[in-house]
């Protein structure tokens, strides 16, 4: 589908995309634990939607760009066995035509097929864009549609729930870019730090609140359960997921976008610039130095966790889904062993400001909708039906009979096929068989409901309620401007951080030369960036929510 864009900037994007890792898919559940079940019920808002939902009386064509969850790669090869995807052919009359993707190429695949002259129906996005949703839609890669809204009845009213929704939805400009997936439940923080509870109890020590017993609980771990082996996990870039380890100190840092923004007294600071991004590198460097951090995590690539080390591993940056008997139940640690979700540990035990990201209703992860598809009108249909009530449960649970059912007491539960399949955990199970990374309204995570007691609680300890010195560089807004020339500082100024922090941590940079080290960002206009990210973070909040209608005119 041949469309009109600017080769030039898209030729500029590809010379600045930073490397963005995902990491909602990466944990696995395995516990399948019996649960209550779900309500029906707790899909609300939006109209319900029933009976005949054929697009046209002749089977249409709809190509879809799919990057496959890397929870699916691991049983299949394919998208093609998906019954809900089947039964979503079946509703509408269409044939689905996947072009699959590794969701860990899926950043650059991206950047290579909208620098082609054809675009798919629909593309499954998860901001693999640098410059953002602004310059899809002057790239003509996305529709914009808010000019549709009124043909999109369930995204409308989801949109228009919440203000909260609302301002996340919208651009500065009043445009949307994309079908978001809107969830009716705020998610916790998934990601945060593990330690091994087995080993807890083997010390005699309760899990730490304070970095300080943090830094006790390593020393015991090293002396009496690894046999004088560095018993913590540590990401090659020497930060980890989303400032769950750098968040200790107040500050954001590492495995986010590469996020080195932080929020203080409301106005953005460049963390590296803050006393707390200092004494973390600090901290860690003297970690390194007792032996408590594994000498070689400058090759640690895995970021959740490396299975090689994990059987001498006491702490490390994971995933809720990781915890429990998770390693035990797949023999990578002794019976019985087993992790446990961490506090959210601070300097002193004070509540936590700063973690994985700030919470939000709107994932930024869900299709993009070509602006010259052959069938726009039956596609503006077709997705807006998965936030009906009706759709909801079939993009959250799947297909009644398949993958679910109800009890006696009308609660949704999931079937063997997901929480028994003996060919994949629940994780796995959820991704080969239900809607993933596609624009829908979700009714809740179907996979708390079979967690076990170490699993679920992330629930209650990782709430990110209070994560007020987060930037929500999701959400902002930049333009293509300003997209290009934060993108140009910044692949620079993530290279100086990247190769310096850890020089420091590993002790062949003395502490001593910091100031040197901080004096080197004022050749790499860190302030332009800091500028960019400071404008567009107060567009956001002044964004006028509740008073745009359309964004602007039709393309009809």
Known sequence: MKRRRSTGMIALLLAAVMTFTGCGNAGEATSTESASGTQASESTGSAETSGDLYLSDE??????????????????????????????????????????????????????LIAGDDLPDLMSYTNYYPAGGEALIDEGVALDLAPYLDQLPNYKARIEADPSIARDVYTDTGKIYEFFTIQNYTQPAYCGILIRGDWLEQVGMEAPTTVDELHDVLVAFKEQCTGGVAPMQLYQDGFGIEGSLIGMFGVMGGQAQYNWWTLEDGEVQFSPYLDGFQRYVQTMSDWYAEGLIDPNYTSNTEMFGNNELIATTGVFNGMFTQAGEYYSNAGYIEEGGYFICANMITEDGSPRRVGQYRPSAVLKQGVLVNPE??????????????????????????????????????????????????????????????????????????????????????????VNEGFDKVVPMDYLSLTAEEGGTYNSIMSDVNTYILENVNRFITGVESMDNWDAFIEGFASLDVEGARTIVSDAYTRYMNRPVGEVENGGESNE
């Open 373 to 462: 598809s052959e069938h726009l009108e039956e596609i503006l249909k077709m997705v807006d039906y998965f936030y009906s009530d009706e759709g909801s449960i079939l993009a959250t649970y799947g297909v009644e009979g398949e993958t679910w059912h109800y009890d006696d007491e009308g609660n949704i539960v999931a079937d063997d096929i997901i929480v028994k399949n003996e060919n994949m955990n629940i994780n796995g199970a959820r991704h080969a068989n239900v809607m993933k990374n596609f624009g829908m309204y979700n009714i809740r995570n179907i996979e708390d409901d079979y967690l076990d007691e170490y699993q679920s609680a992330y629930l209650t300890k990782w």
């Open 59 to 112: 089977k249409l064509d709809i190509t879809i760009w799919f990057p496959m969850t890397s929870a699916a790669a691991a049983y299949t090869d394919t998208i093609d066995g998906n019954v809900s995807y089947g039964k979503v052919e079946e509703l509408f009359n269409v044939d689905l035509h996947f072009i699959e993707e590794p969701e860990a190429d899926a950043q650059q695949k991206f950047q290579l």
